[in-house]
């Protein structure tokens, strides 16, 4: 079965400092990638995605992330956090060819952002 | 530019009785999704519906749940007969529909349903 793997339900940084949130699938092939950020009591945004090509993607609010094949993950960093990026962001794989574009999610990483 | 509205925002039901959440879809667009989120859960696939159609309801509870997109007006999830498990939030996104690639899915704020 297709799921999600968010390692980190909880991560701390000051404010400045580098970023990086743990994502890995399981899944019979390359799906779609994702990721969503959710302030609270909001619904998501999406971050970036990944469908084919450069395996670094780019996305809003300074974001990237890598898509490495060998290892099944899709990382999402930024070299200087901002405290208004404290909110859950969530992982997300779609099947490719599928009849449908359903979305599987990990189940989040709830950051927090030290002054 | 309204995105996916989605109402109501909270809603409290007593058990026993029924919930309605609706879902307008962004403009343009003919395809929807309801995804459910548990408490310090992540979000679970319901259903994907198209114009008065269901495509996908491989996620929907097998009782209690249903789930329509008429030709006009909005996609109604309908719960019957809550129970204090159905306490979630319940989001909404919509999409184009397939062109070239994954359709990208945009989510509207949910509607945080109580029972009590």
């Known amino acids: 079965a297709q799921s999600v793997t968010q390692p980190d339900i909880h991560i701390t940084v000051s404010e400045g400092a580098s970023l990086e949130l743990r994502c890995n699938y399981s899944?019979?092939?390359?799906?779609?990638l994702f990721w969503y950020v959710q302030s609270p009591g909001q619904g998501l945004q999406l971050l970036l995605k990944?469908?084919?090509?450069?395996?670094l993607v780019q996305g809003i609010k300074g974001f990237e992330a890598e898509f490495k094949r060998s290892q099944s993950s899709f990382n999402l960093r930024k070299p200087s956090v901002h405290w208004s990026d404290a909110a859950e962001y969530f992982c997300?794989?779609?099947?490719?060819?599928?009849?449908?574009?359903?979305?599987?999610f990990g189940t989040g990483t709830l950051l927090a952002v030290q002054p | 530019n309204a995105g996916v509205m989605q109402n109501p925002r909270h809603l409290v039901r007593r058990r026993g009785q029924e919930a309605r959440l609706r879902c307008s879809p962004m403009?343009?667009?003919?395809?929807v999704y309801w995804y459910r989120q548990l408490p310090e859960e992540g979000l679970k696939f319901m259903v994907y519906?198209?114009?008065?159609?269901?495509?996908?309801e491989s996620g929907m509870p097998k009782e209690r749940f249903s789930a329509e997109f008429p030709k006009e007006g909005p996609s109604i999830l309908r719960i019957q007969q809550v129970v204090r498990g159905d306490s979630a939030a319940y989001f909404c996104a919509s999409s184009q529909g397939f062109g070239a690639g994954v359709d990208e899915q945009y989510f509207g704020p949910g509607t945080r349903l109580t029972v009590t």
């Open positions: 403009k343009g667009h003919s395809h």
């Open positions: 899944y019979g092939a390359t799906p779609y």
């Open positions: 990944y469908f084919s090509g450069d395996t």
């Open positions: 997300a794989v779609a099947r490719r060819g599928g009849a449908t574009n359903k979305l599987i």
């Open positions: 519906l198209q114009k008065e159609n269901i495509i996908d």
